[in-house]
């Protein structure tokens, strides 16, 4: 389904990680870049912590801009990629609509939002196939999971106070209307539930990551033939992977990759996985990571979810995703009048320079995004 529950900012860098996870799972878990908290602590020692927005209140430091923008930083680099423009003032925007709505917050918005928090670190956990695995990503940026859990709270109870602020509702005629209008929207591709074992031929610590020696790559070329053999004998093949994987985000669970659709592995691994059949074992597969062994455990045909349908991503129904989405479509496109409302009623001032300078340019580019997109009529405003 491409409608989706929206995420929250200062989740950013974990997502950019589990998307990571999610999407190249044939790639060591590992290859995240060293702690970016260890940088910030260098700058702060030098510069300090300054307080960059104030607002009636509340106030902001660098270090809550800087990490959960160094991380993006770091693991978008990971990737081979870069950051937006304007990712930073984008940040700095989210960062202050949470505590201006936190001012706003009930104690049923917080109890609701701790719930949702829950939610939302569960699935991440879930993506990434154990809590040890997720702790060590976590890590690789700079935090720990209850810096985690309190930054999600934070958000998921700002996101109940807009919502409660403004009203918004979402009858069951307009989810079934939209579930009706859109049925591209809950079509679900092909997937492959596999266990895999991969012995790399690749220093991941490296950046780019390097080959291995020859002579290291031909014994483990070796290794991962008599693993072969040991597996179609009969041996576990989970107690194989736990033993002797290199994959650290699937070796915790013997091996195992949630579902996933085509488009999303290395090349030969996914070809590989979707020509098997249920409980079937590969024949070694080499890719630019090294060397795999894959067991089918499924494959579920592509179809049309129901609403009744469960999200294997976050236990909700189809109908609740719906739902939410369709609340958060309302919501973005309020939000930013009734925040602007609010930074005026809440005196909020950025303090740095160089950031005041970024948001009001990005102030003005939504302004003029506003004045841009067509009426009613199909004509500009």
């Keep these: 389904m491409k409608l989706k529950l929206i995420l929250s900012a200062a989740l950013m860098a974990i997502v950019v990680c589990a998307q990571a996870a999610t999407e190249n799972t044939t790639a060591p878990a590992t290859t995240a870049p060293a702690p970016a908290a260890s940088s910030d602590d260098a700058m702060k020692q030098l510069f300090g912590d300054p307080d960059i927005v104030k607002g009636t209140g509340f106030t902001l430091k660098r270090s809550d801009l ?13 990737q081979g990629q870069e950051l937006p423009a304007g990712f930073e003032a984008n940040v700095l925007d989210k960062l202050i609509s949470i505590q201006l709505l936190l001012q706003k917050a009930t104690d049923a918005d917080r109890v609701a939002g701790k719930a949702d928090a829950d939610l939302q670190y569960s699935a991440l956990v879930k993506r ?22 309190a930054k999600a709270a934070q958000e998921a109870t700002a996101r109940a106070a ?4 403004l009203n918004i509702t979402v009858s069951d005629a307009e989810m079934q209307a939209y579930y009706t209008n859109h049925p591209s929207d809950f079509e679900e591709p092909e997937t492959a ?14 950046r780019p990551p390097t080959p291995l020696s020859t002579n290291t790559i031909a014994a483990k070329r070796k290794l991962i033939d008599d693993l072969l053999k040991r597996a179609r004998a ?8 736990k033993q002797y994987s290199e994959d650290p985000g699937s070796k915790d669970s013997g091996g195992e990759i949630q579902d996933f659709p085509r488009g999303q592995m290395a090349p030969e691994f996914e070809a590989a996985a979707f ?8 024949d070694v597969v080499t890719t630019m990571y090294g ?11 592509s179809h049309k ?16 995703e719906l739902k939410e989405g369709l609340i958060n479509q309302k919501v973005a496109k309020l939000e930013p009048d009734y925040v602007k409302q609010l930074r005026a009623q809440y005196n909020v001032e950025i303090l740095d320079p160089t950031l005041k300078a970024e948001d009001d340019a990005l102030a003005a580019a939504e302004a003029n995004a506003a004045t841009q997109a067509p009426g009613p009529d199909g004509s500009a405003k």
């Design 66 to 78: 800087d990490q959960v923008v160094s991380g993006a930083k770091a693991n978008a680099a990971a």
């Design 128 to 149: 990434f196939g154990s809590e040890e695995a997720f702790e060590r990503q976590l890590a690789a940026v700079g935090m720990t999971p209850d810096q985690l859990r």
């Design 162 to 165: 807009l919502k409660r602020e």
């Design 193 to 206: 539930h596999v266990r895999h074992i991969l012995l790399l031929t690749i220093d991941p610590s490296t």
């Design 234 to 241: 009969g041996e576990d093949f989970a107690a194989l992977a």
């Design 275 to 282: 020509s098997l059949t249920n409980n079937e074992i590969s």
């Design 291 to 301: 060397f795999h062994i894959i067991k089918l455990l499924d494959k579920k045909p």
């Design 305 to 320: 979810v129901a609403l009744t349908d469960k999200s294997p991503t976050t236990g909700l129904t189809i109908a609740e």
